[in-house]
C-alpha cells in the first residue's frame, strides 16, 4: 500500500513544497504444500530485507533562484534470517541541501552542495555492511539552450 501526499504554497517570489509517501509492504513467502492444504500459518515471516513500513518528508523552500531542501526518511525492521529471529533496527536519515542557479548569457548553471546522513548515524542496508557516516557533495550543472 503506498500513500503520497504534496502541498505547493507560492508568494510573491517564494515557493514551498512540502511532500511525503509512506510505503506499507507485507511480503512473505508461502509454501506450495502450505499453499494448497491451506495447513500452518501460512505467509507469517515477513521476507528478508523488505520493510513493512518506509516514508519520506520532503520540504523545498525557494527564493528566486535560490533552493534550500531537507528530507528525512525512515526505513522500518528489516529481517534478515527466514524465520524473521534476527533484524536491522530501523533507522530513520536526514538529509539538507541548497542550490543556486545562475544565467551567463543564455546558459543556466546551477551550483548546489549538500550533506546526506546529516546526524551521522551508523547503520547497515545489509547486515554486517555498515554504510558510510556523513557525507557531503558539491555540484555544478550547466544547462544549454
Known amino acids: 500500500m503506498e500513500l503520497s501526499a504534496e502541498e505547493k504554497y507560492t508568494y510573491r517570489n517564494w515557493k514551498f513544497l512540502l511532500s511525503g509517501n509512506l510505503h506499507y509492504t507485507l511480503a512473505t513467502k508461502v ?3 502450505e499453499h494448497v492444504s491451506l495447513a500452518g500459518n501460512i505467509g507469517e515471516h515477513q521476507l528478508i530485507y523488505i520493510p513493512k513500513t518506509q516514508w519520506k518528508i520532503n520540504a523545498i523552500v525557494e527564493f528566486k533562484n535560490t533552493a534550500l531542501q531537507i528530507t528525512n ?3 522500518g525492521y528489516r529481517y534478515t534470517t527466514e524465520d524473521n529471529a534476527y533484524w536491522l533496527n530501523p533507522i530513520s536519515v536526514t538529509e539538507i541541501a541548497a542550490s543556486q542557479v ?6 543556466g548553471i546551477t551550483v548546489s552542495a549538500g550533506v546526506s546522513n546529516l546526524e551521522n548515524k551508523n547503520y547497515e542496508i545489509i ?3 555498515p554504510v558510510a557516516g556523513r557525507a557531503y557533495r558539491i555540484g555544478v550543472t550547466f544547462r544549454f539552450n
Do not use: M, V
Open 31 to 33: 509454501n506450495s504444500e
Open 73 to 75: 526518511g525512515y526505513t
Open 102 to 107: 545562475l544565467y551567463i548569457s543564455k546558459t
Open 127 to 129: 547486515a554486517g555492511r
